[in-house]
T-cell receptor
Framework: NAGVTQTPKFQVLKTGQSMTLQCAQD?????MSWYRQDPGMGLRLIHY???????DQGEVPNGYNVSRSTTEDFPLRLLSAAPSQTSVYFC????????????FGSGTQLSVL | TQLLEQSPQFLSIQEGENLTVYCNSS?????LQWYRQEPGEGPVLLVT?????EVKKLKRLTFQFGDARKDSSLHITAAQPGDTGLYLC??????????FGTGTSLTVIP
């Protein structure tokens, strides 16, 4: 099993550009989530989903959109990138609908110039 | 504001030494987890504690959940270079949201 797969690994954007970070899991987990990690801030929840067709906002949702059309995939969209969105992004999934015991992907390092 | 505060933020010790990392909050958590993250990778779950006063051991690592379920500690005995990494605590407070701590970066020098 691949677990949680994130693509791309690295990305550089210009301010105002849009892009989608991909996340896929093959563990049939209902719960999926997106976090951003910034120095000294730990991991902050952006959006999460407890099943296909269901999404909700986390701590820092502004500037990001998500959708969950299948159990396996949970893409994160940046509609108009800003320098403040420079960060490392992690996708995670869990068999627990409360999000306990998270399995993380290896991350996407995003720089917005 | 951070719901979970970890201390110390950075820790550099010699191989063989013992250390303790703390995770504190003013909130009560139904459960608390510890993760370890290595450079360029995502965090990996080490342990989950759910009962106030609970102590769990994982080889040289000892995890404790405070009696009031507001704090936790991680103690490493005889640290090894392989223990180097970022240690994160995370608590489940309400609904489906997990809150992560600020992290403790540990370096074990051979």
């Amino acid at each position: 099993n691949a677990g949680v797969t994130q693509t791309p690994k690295f990305q550089v954007l210009k301010t105002g550009q849009s892009m989608t970070l991909q996340c896929a899991q093959d563990m049939n987990h209902e719960y999926m989530s997106w976090y951003r990690q910034d120095p000294g801030m730990g991991l902050r929840l952006i959006h999460y989903s407890v099943g296909a067709g269901i999404t909700d906002q986390g701590e820092v949702p502004n500037g990001y959109n998500v959708s969950r059309s299948t159990t396996e995939d949970f893409p994160l969209r940046l509609l108009s990138a800003a320098p403040s969105q420079t960060s490392v992004y992690f996708c995670a999934s869990s068999f627990d609908r409360r999000g306990e015991k998270l399995f993380f992907g290896s991350g996407t390092q995003l720089s917005v110039l | 504001t951070q719901l979970l505060e970890q201390s110390p933020q950075f820790l550099s010790i010699q191989e063989g030494e013992n250390l303790t990392v703390y995770c504190n909050s003013s909130s009560v958590f139904s459960s608390l987890q510890w993760y370890r993250q290595e450079p360029g990778e995502g965090p990996v779950l080490l342990v989950t504690v759910v009962t106030g006063g609970e102590v769990k051991k994982l080889k040289r690592l000892t995890f404790q959940f405070g009696d009031a379920r507001k704090d936790s500690s991680l103690h490493i005995t005889a640290a090894q270079p392989g223990d180097t990494g970022l240690y994160l605590c995370a608590g489940a407070e309400t609904g489906n949201q997990f809150y992560f701590g600020t992290g403790t970066s540990l370096t074990v020098i051979p």
